[in-house]
């Protein structure tokens, strides 16, 4: 790894400790003093902020396993149990349900973030891959977790979410039963996934590791896209950035408090305070509303392609969905990293989000017109962008100049 | 550029939401009317007179056929619910017997840590008392009903903190009953009046309209007890659905005035810090062209 400390043990021991496990001297240079671009702005503070989740989820997860219980007939009541009888236990519960949608919040702003800013090109897509690989942990973290509380809606979602293995030809319904442990969602199936739902957070917080090794290598980018050039484009992370990130944590914790205080269960659906039943379906099964865009787009096949079928096709083209942002690097070839100096892009973007933003909420709609249509068209363009516009913006489009340099592009924007 | 993506971000969001129309399920009951409870929004508590007229009619009426599994006899003399004495929760436990295998004869007069005692043995008992149809349990029934609000209003509520769809529908649903299916009453798509099936009641809020509930609650039904200064609460439908949905969301959140004490301490803390947070950083990045 790069070398940017002057780290110089300070006495006897530090210089015993240091020739034989450096980790003062790692310390230093990683969280102290790595040189980061002083230009970064506030939705650079969202990386800092989605380590704090993950910190937030794992810790009252861990006191919530201690009074749960994983049974499909005690499930419901401990959940009510720890909210009821467990001291602190409704503010422990509520701040682990809040703070999976909060964790979504932070990971959808800095994945858009990079999405934006170019943070995926060259030397930068080991760094952006790892992070697709998180979110996609993520999801599947949130997903098993909120199978947990045993709910109609945790029952039904599993149920409809499982499905989708038995798409796969020929082997489909053996993993789907691998996966749940029987033939339906039951006992079994709570148990593994709650099994599961302990182990992903570690392996998450293992690939947040290697994320923040694939980033301290080529450095942050930054709004510009600029490389850094010299010491004089950046500053020590610490105390420059710890002060910014924890500035903006501390303020991420205010909606966070708002909903876990005064309204805990408004990101949830009211159907879950029923206990699952296999023998009642509600009236509309909705997924958490984190993973409505892709069930949109899960929904939106609902017709065959050839000997494809609608139920393969829908899979397919989720799947194709996430594997889009995986090789993202690769489709926008455009030299110019940071959306500011690209003005065809800049719209196409816009137009980008406020189409994640309409699947999400056609995801909440029944299936009926409009929105069947809808969601075509949203998912429709949702892979246009990806294999169609970007790759031909690339070629096409005239960017702006750019600045030689982050310290040029800070002082002109002081001087305006 | 930070403005520019600041904007562009606040533009998707004002579309986003605007592009939402008002879905309306088309077998959903009508819409339930907001209605004023004292612990709504952010201030809100609860009304401890009131909660303990909701558990007179709980008690007189709704328990024998709905159960309360996760109401204990204790939790009726806690801060910030009905608030009886000690003394009192003791006599009424006293008064009920539950099961014991280790009593002789296998019941023993309840404790105050006992659980409410169901009226049914199990689910299938209840039911074949019902006429097929199962009582649902109130210890969380007021959370697990809702009100889908319509474009703007569902935004809203997050800025307002508004919970308590499941009350407003728990109320209409009790004063939503007609003795005979009325002209609003949705016909079939080819014209067909509506038939309600043997055994079922007629009402507004109620999803597809055919309730297995009579109509539990009437005007004068319950004797409320006089207060002391000889003020004395009306006895009618209105106020006992009333009286009884504070209770049931009580009973979903017997938690809610401490949870909202703590949150202002937290939000107040959270404000305070982060504006001394913004100081310290300004100063600090204050020598810095950035």
Known sequence: MSEHSTYIPGNAVEKWLDDRLPVVRFAREHLMDFPTPKNLNYWWTFGAILVMCLGVQIVTGIILAMHYTPNVAMAFDSVEHIRRDVNGGRIIQATHAVGASMFFVALYIHMFRGLFYGSYKAPREILWI?????????????????????????FWGATVISNIFSAIPLVGESIKQLVLGGFAVGNPTLNRFFSLHYLLPFIIAAVVALHIWALHVPGNNNPVGVEVKDTRDTVPFHPYYTMKDLFAMVVFMIPFAWFVFFAPDILGHPDNYIMANSQVTPAHIVPEWYLLP??????????????????????????????????????????????????????????????????????????????????KVCTAYYFIYFLVILPVLSRIETPKPLPTSISESVLGKAHA | MKKHSFILAAAALVAGLAMAPAAQAAEAGMQPERQAWSFGGIFGTYDTNQLQRGFQVFREVCASCHGAHLIAFRNLMEPGGPEFSEAQVRALAAEYEVADITADGGVRPAVPA??????????????????????????VLAKARGVKDPFPTWVFNYFTGYQEGGPDYIHALLTGYHAEVPETAPHGEDGTPFQL???????????????????????????????????SVPETLDQYSTDVSAFMMWMAEPHLVSRKQTGFVVLIFLVVFAGLMWGTKRKLWAGIEH
């Open chain 1, 130 to 154: 790892l992070g697709v690989l998180i979110f996609l942990l993520t999801t599947a973290t949130a997903f098993m977790g909120y199978i947990l509380p045993w709910g109609q809606m945790s």
């Open chain 2, 114 to 139: 006992d659980r409410w005692p169901s009226p049914f043995a199990n689910d299938q008992e209840a039911r074949d008392a019902n006429g097929g149809s199962m009582p649902p349990d109130f210890s």
């Open chain 2, 197 to 231: 099936p043997e055994g079922k009641y007629y009402n507004d809020y109620f999803p597809g309209h055919a309730i297995g509930m009579a109509p539990p609650l009437a005007d004068g039904v319950i004797d409320y007890a006089d207060g002391e200064n000889g003020v």
């Open chain 1, 294 to 375: 892709f069930y949109t787009i899960l929904r939106a096949i609902d017709f065959n392609v050839l000997f494809i079928d609608s139920k393969l096709g829908g899979v397919i083209a989720m799947g194709g969905a996430m594997l889009c942002l995986l090789i993202v690097p690769w489709l926008d070839t455009s030299k110019v990293r940071s959306g500011t100096f690209r003005p065809m892009f800049k719209w196409f973007y816009g137009l980008f989000v406020l189409n994640f933003l309409g699947l999400a909420y056609l995801g909440a709609q029944e299936a009926a017109e409009p929105y069947t249509t809808l969601a």
